[in-house]
């Protein structure tokens, strides 16, 4: 065979072998890419900030962390269990366009939501004075997993740029200044749960709590949906004869990545704490001092913030023994 034709044949060879390579079969092991968010909003929260809000995607390989773009430049990266964020440092009276891609745990990122606008008030100038606090909070329950809540404006010297929904201390809302009313969602059934409003104006001063309102969803929840799994604890011995509690778990299944936990030691909450940077998504694991006493007992368990502000429900509770055969 001359030598031109034996290198025409192992060229088509070698197309014939990438062809085959099908580029986009890693796709189709892994299964379908993120949707792209929905229910994306956006309203200014102040002078330099945009609050941006959508909702969660669902995955078969879990959502690791929501990237949020301003244009087309990704400025923030939330965790997965997270639905809203404020984006900071903007420039007063400018107009903004926002999106947001969700990045399973895998590593794929899945398509952009729709764009959504917003436009930052001017800002004003030695502005110290913060809204009056909303009042007259009420509020409802749309089903098992929603609430609506409706409140008396805030007054402002200026005016009043945004609302921010609290349950219990953490905020899960937010809707612009001209706005009284919200629509909360992500709830779990027959929770209950504590609700506060706070206005906040160009200036980002932030006004005292209104009044609460109290509600509970209806429909029964357990809590052994929320309650983290496959719960261990034992001690262990230091060289200088320090006992030390050990814990391991895999987080509760929701829509997203819990960041926060408390230890409850022999009934009454013993310390809390929370991940910082990117939460373990499998096992978790913690470890805390317990004393240098021999032969003391100990019943330990753990629950987990939600992200809708509430605690889930407890893990198995778990005995341990300082100076058990295990910590020799």
Same mark, same amino acid.
């Given at each position: 065979?001359? $030598?031109?034709?034996?290198? &025409?044949?192992?060229l088509?060879?070698?197309?014939?072998?990438l062809? &085959?390579?099908? !580029?986009?079969?890693?796709?189709?092991?892994?299964?379908p890419?993120?949707?792209?968010?929905?229910?994306?909003?956006? +309203?200014?929260?102040?002078a330099? =900030?945009?609050?941006?809000? !959508?909702?969660?995607?669902?995955?078969?390989?879990?959502?690791?962390?929501?990237?949020?773009?301003?244009?087309?430049?990704?400025?923030?990266?939330?965790p997965?269990?997270?639905?809203?964020?404020?984006?900071?440092?903007?420039?007063?009276?400018?107009?903004?366009?926002f999106?947001?891609?969700?990045?399973?745990?895998?590593?794929?990122?899945?398509?952009?939501? *729709?764009e959504?606008?917003?436009?930052?008030?001017?800002?004003?100038?030695?502005?110290r &004075?913060?809204?009056?606090?909303?009042?007259?909070?009420?509020?409802?329950?749309?089903g098992?997993?929603t609430?609506?809540?409706? !409140?008396?404006?805030?007054?402002?010297?200026?005016?009043? $740029?945004?609302?921010?929904?609290?349950q219990?201390?953490?905020?899960?809302?937010?809707?612009?200044?001209?706005?009284?009313?919200?629509?909360?969602?992500?709830?779990?059934?027959?929770?209950?749960?504590? @609700?506060?409003?706070?206005?906040?104006d160009?200036?980002?001063?932030? =006004?005292? +709590?209104?009044?609460?309102? *109290?509600?509970?969803?209806?429909? &029964?929840?357990?809590?052994?949906?929320t309650?983290p799994?496959? @719960? *261990?604890?034992?001690?262990?011995?230091?060289?200088d004869g320090?006992?030390?509690?050990?814990?391991?778990w895999?987080?509760?299944?929701?829509?997203?990545?819990v960041?926060?936990?408390?230890?409850?030691?022999?009934?009454?909450?013993?310390?809390?704490?929370?991940?910082?940077?990117?939460?373990?998504?499998?096992?978790?694991?913690?470890?805390?001092?317990?004393? *240098?006493?021999?032969?003391?007992?100990?019943?330990?368990r753990?629950?987990?913030?939600?992200p809708?502000?509430? !605690?889930?429900?407890?893990?198995?509770?778990?005995?341990?023994?300082?100076g058990?055969?295990?910590?020799?």
């Amino acid at each position: 065979m001359p $030598v031109p034709l034996r290198r &025409s044949v192992l060229l088509c060879a070698l197309l014939a072998l990438l062809t &085959s390579c099908a !580029w986009g079969g890693a796709d189709d092991e892994s299964g379908p890419l993120p949707a792209a968010p929905v229910g994306v909003t956006a +309203a200014a929260g102040s002078a330099t =900030s945009v609050h941006v809000m !959508w909702n969660a995607v669902s995955s078969g390989a879990g959502i690791h962390r929501y990237e949020v773009y301003r244009g087309t430049t990704k400025v923030e990266d939330v965790p997965g269990s997270q639905h809203m964020v404020d984006v900071t440092r903007l420039r007063p009276a400018t107009p903004y366009v926002f999106s947001v891609r969700a990045r399973d745990t895998e590593g794929r990122l899945g398509p952009p939501s *729709r764009e959504v606008r917003a436009t930052t008030p001017a800002a004003t100038a030695a502005d110290r &004075s913060a809204p009056t606090r909303p009042g007259e909070l009420r509020g409802r329950t749309a089903g098992s997993r929603t609430v609506q809540l409706s !409140w008396a404006a805030s007054a402002d010297d200026r005016d009043v $740029v945004s609302y921010d929904i609290y349950q219990g201390d953490t905020k899960i809302h937010s809707v612009g200044g001209n706005q009284t009313a919200a629509v909360v969602t992500g709830l779990r059934p027959g929770t209950r749960y504590s @609700f506060t409003v706070r206005a906040r104006d160009a200036a980002d001063n932030l =006004s005292p +709590a209104g009044d609460g309102v *109290r509600l509970t969803t209806p429909g &029964s929840d357990d809590g052994r949906g929320t309650a983290p799994v496959d @719960f *261990r604890a034992t001690t262990r011995r230091e060289a200088d004869g320090a006992y030390y509690l050990d814990l391991a778990w895999v987080p509760p299944e929701t829509d997203g990545v819990v960041t926060e936990y408390q230890v409850r030691l022999d009934g009454r909450a013993a310390t809390s704490l929370v991940f910082g940077g990117t939460p373990p998504r499998g096992r978790a694991t913690y470890s805390f001092y317990l004393g *240098r006493e021999a032969g003391e007992s100990h019943r330990v368990r753990i629950r987990a913030r939600l992200p809708d502000g509430t !605690w889930g429900g407890h893990s198995a509770e778990r005995t341990v023994t300082t100076g058990s055969a295990s910590d020799r």
